[in-house]
């Protein structure tokens, strides 16, 4: 198996043009949707969505209508899917680009909000990575060097398919008032454990199953940045030893060896748990956490949840490593994971989508669904850079 290659087999039984429509509209394939820190546009702070909002305004707007009124939400879908033209089993809600929906999201999955994300209308991704180039020779006033062939490695994934159920009761619904209640909290709380799996998918997914280090081994998950690392040999613990607190110095170390080979600092990000954050920020400051006496115990202590070295980033991700270093019980410890995210990106076949369930009893059922993966380009290990065994 390649370095991030999916065992999913091939499906003929997802229609890929059906399920690009129904999250992605009519935009064209291999769109970049989001690249927040410009890896592949070169525009810091590019981001699709709120275009993808407008397409579906009108939609989200005859449901809420309906149902206030008192349909059912797959009523009220299907009465929509109906004047639209639609085939209503057929009939899905994208659920990412609603800002009203999604924004518990963005916090603590800050690996899965950075990623580049691009639409792909394929059951599978190919691509090939340029691992060596062609060299040019001097030579005389007449000389012609003999032709050269850059180097390339392909590589070829299928998507990961993952899903949550949701349901809202018929009281429920009514007594809350409409969709944008009941039925929207339940979403919110959907997406959110959504986002959160698909944070812990970019860090620590594995495809090899047998592993008990917390990572998720189906045989189906794409390879996790941290994974990777650790796969081909880019993990490393302190100069001074398993256990050292972490420093600047540790950090810088960590970033030269991640873009060494070239990578772009303007790219490469840390991530790392709270107590690391803490630790770091301590050390910069050199004083303990400031506090504001009054609140609801009686302090309230303001810590960081990024920090900033010689420009930079170190966030915080819940996913990351956060149990302290041991010897014997917990060798590996706290982690901080450098990586360039040029190297990296999520390709999605459908981006989060809403579906509606057959009713079951008095209650309106829904699921939410991804399809995507995270190809890394060949050598993607050698901008990475793992340091472990932090207390």
Do not use: C
């Not at 899965?112 to 190919?126: C, G, H, I, Q, Y």
């Amino acid at each position: 198996m390649s370095d991030a290659l999916i065992a999913t087999p091939r499906s003929d039984t997802v229609n890929a043009k059906k399920e690009f429509s129904a999250a992605f509209g009519d935009i064209p394939d291999k769109t970049v949707i989001s690249d927040p820190l410009g890896a592949i546009t070169g525009e810091e702070g590019y981001d699709a969505r709120p275009e993808l909002e407008k397409a579906y305004q009108g939609e989200y707007r005859a449901i809420d209508e309906l149902m206030q009124d008192g349909a059912s939400l797959r009523g009220a879908m299907a009465q929509v899917a109906a004047a639209k033209g639609l085939n209503v089993a057929d009939y899905q809600l994208p659920t990412y680009p609603l800002n009203d929906l999604t924004w518990l999201t963005d916090r603590n999955t800050p690996a899965w909000d950075m990623l580049p994300k691009l639409a792909r209308n394929s059951n599978t991704v190919e691509q090939d990575s340029v691992t060596e180039l062609s060299q040019p020779s001097i030579g005389g006033e007449r000389d012609v060097p003999a032709d050269s062939d850059l180097t390339t490695q392909p590589k070829t994934q299928s998507m990961t398919y993952y899903r949550v159920t949701g349901s809202v009761s018929g009281p429920m619904n009514l007594a809350s008032g409409g969709f944008r209640n009941a039925m929207g909290v339940e979403q919110r709380a959907k997406s959110t454990s959504m986002a959160h799996f698909g944070e812990n998918l970019v860090l620590n997914g594995d495809p090899t199953n047998g592993t008990t280090d917390g990572s998720i081994t189906d045989e189906r998950a794409y390879k996790g940045m941290r994974t990777l690392a650790k796969d081909n040999g880019q993990d490393r613990t302190p100069d001074a030893g398993a256990g050292s607190t972490i420093t600047p110095e540790m950090v810088r170390e960590n970033v030269r060896r991640a873009v060494e080979e070239g990578g772009n600092l303007s790219t490469t990000v840390s991530f790392t748990d709270l107590k690391t954050i803490t630790d770091l920020k301590n050390a910069l400051d050199d004083h303990d956490p400031v506090e504001i006496m009054g609140g609801p115990t009686g302090a309230i202590n303001l810590g960081a949840q990024s920090v900033m070295i010689d420009g930079h980033r170190l966030v915080h991700s819940d996913y990351m490593p956060n149990t302290a270093y041991d010897a014997s019980a917990n060798p590996g410890g706290r982690n901080l994971l450098t990586v360039d995210m040029r190297f990296h990106a999520v390709h999605d076949l459908a981006s989060t989508v809403m579906e509606t369930l057959a009713k079951t009893e008095d209650s309106d059922r829904f699921f939410l669904k991804r399809y995507s993966t995270m190809l890394q380009d060949a050598g993607a290990h050698e901008y990475t850079s793992l340091l472990t065994g932090l207390p």
